[in-house]
């Protein structure tokens, strides 16, 4: 069982490839619960080709911040949240935690309700809380064991996943009709119904892993691979796994003509010798999908309160998945679409300063990241009382005329008017957020970043009064391999 929290990954542990990277990114996505965003376009009166275009277009444009963002792990040797906050502050990066739980919360849900769903229909018996009672514990499981018990799975799901995908266009292609759709229109025309599908099928799916990416990635070690690979191997997991099962998804839906619900039309629509299919592709595909999120949603919370252990962490959060999975059960389909669109439009301005940051900051000194861990306060992170003022302003500016131009199935914000009609939210926010980042926090000449190569968990600066001096405090207890 893994029990390595959020402190700086030593070197003797950052054994991990650059393909290890994808193949967890693309397996803990191929799943039914990923295909449901390839259903929610459908159900929003699009076409096979109109999904299929809103859905690469929108990935495409999140892998653009996604990508990127993958170096903050490497470079730290930490998760994501906790480097960022050498952008926002040692405690500003409790912005990054609150928006990476909310995010996991989300997706974790949407995965044990898909799982649940898929016994429900194939099996039957009605609406059963104890199937997904049953999957959370089996998820929360993989999750407390942590990374490489989810490595390992991640990599046996791929092959089956691609069976049943398979196995699903031969079952499913003498139904499906290209020029099929399942009723008007969701928003005013064409080109905003296609926007919405880009944010909730295509962009939404990168941005869920810009504040988690750094998870995995802080197992890849900078002196044997290089950070062009990194990016790569980001790239090709996120999109083969966000990509491939959502037109899974939009094919299913079609061929089953399933509009207001996905799976038991799927299920009453397929041929017999396919529902097993059904069956283990909802079951075995929530694990990564689910387990992956929810071991983000552990370190989130150890990073939060320190004294708090990842595994005590992780059992929490997913007793408060099931309570949100059985509020929004019975309205999942306007739940999904809401949350996407809201929490969109939050992390892109989040990712933007992230990326201008890692971009503008020479590297990343380990000691002062981690400051907080030890109850102490100062160094180069601490800004004001460990907020950095001007990104978080950025960031609250970006995120608030966002929302103001968000436009769903159930809110539309009063700047809709004045860009046309369309809902150009994520760009307002992240342009907006990025530019007064650049203005508020001009580059200084800073001091060289200590080499984390040689120095690992020397704590930063200074202890609170009274706190005794300790062995870790007095030297360098963590000197790296070359």
């Not at 693309?26 to 259903?39: D, E, R």
């Not at 929108?58 to 963002?69: E, K, N, Y």
Request: hydrophobic share 50%.
């Amino acid at each position: 069982m893994e029990t390595h929290g959020v402190a700086s990954m030593p070197e003797h542990r950052r054994t991990t490839r650059p393909r290890t990277v994808a193949a967890v990114l693309a397996g803990s996505n191929l799943s039914l619960s990923a295909s449901v965003f390839g259903w929610l376009p459908v159900t929003y009166g699009l076409s096979w080709w109109q999904v299929v275009t809103a859905t690469i277009a929108g990935t495409v444009l999140g892998l653009l911040m996604a990508a990127p963002l993958a170096l903050l792990g490497y470079r730290s040797g930490t998760s994501s949240t906790v480097a960022s906050g050498a952008f926002f502050g040692v405690r500003g990066r409790l912005l990054s935690s609150a928006i990476g739980m909310v995010l996991s919360l989300g997706y974790v849900a949407v995965a044990v309700w898909t799982a649940g769903e898929a016994v429900v229909a194939v099996v039957g018996g009605g609406d059963q809380p104890l199937v997904h009672l049953a999957i959370a514990l089996v998820v929360t499981g993989l999750a407390v064991f942590g990374f490489d018990v989810l490595t390992r799975l991640n990599r046996w799901l791929i092959p089956v996943m691609a069976v049943t995908f398979t196995f699903g266009v031969v079952a499913f292609w003498d139904d499906f009709d290209v020029t099929w759709t399942a009723g008007p229109y969701v928003m005013d025309g064409a080109a905003g119904t296609w926007i919405l599908a880009l944010v909730t099928a295509g962009l939404s799916g990168p941005v869920a892993y810009v504040t988690m990416l750094g998870d995995f990635t802080r197992y890849v070690s900078p002196l044997r691979h290089r950070p062009g690979a990194l990016m790569t191997a980001t790239a090709a997991g996120l999109f083969c796994g966000l990509v491939v099962p959502a037109l899974f998804g939009a094919f299913l839906a079609i061929a089953a003509r399933a509009g207001d619900s996905y799976l038991p039309a799927v299920v009453a629509a397929a041929p017999g010798w396919y529902a097993p299919f059904i069956l283990a592709g909802g079951v075995l595909g929530s694990l990564g999908a689910a387990g992956v999120p929810l071991y983000n949603m552990g370190l989130e919370l150890h990073g939060m309160w320190p004294r708090l252990s990842r595994v005590t962490g992780t059992t929490l959060v997913a007793a408060a998945t099931l309570g949100l999975l059985f509020l929004g059960r019975h309205t999942m389909q306007d739940a999904v679409t809401g949350f996407v669109v809201v929490l969109t439009v939050v992390t892109v301005p989040w990712a933007v300063i992230a990326l201008i940051g890692h971009l503008r900051s020479g590297g990343y000194d380990v000691r002062d990241l981690q400051v907080h861990r030890k109850g102490g306060t100062g160094g180069r992170y601490w800004f004001t009382g460990g907020w950095n003022r001007p990104a978080l302003l950025a960031w609250l500016a970006g995120a608030a005329v966002g929302l103001l131009d968000a436009d769903s199935t159930f809110y539309t914000g009063p700047l809709v008017l004045l860009t046309g009609g369309y809902d150009v939210s994520y760009l307002l926010a992240g342009a907006l957020s990025g530019g007064l980042y650049v203005l508020l926090s001009p580059r200084e000449k800073q001091e060289p970043v200590p080499d984390w190569r040689q120095v690992y968990y020397w704590p930063a600066v200074r202890l609170p009064e009274g706190k005794p001096e300790t062995a870790e405090r007095q030297h360098a207890v963590a000197t790296l391999e070359p």
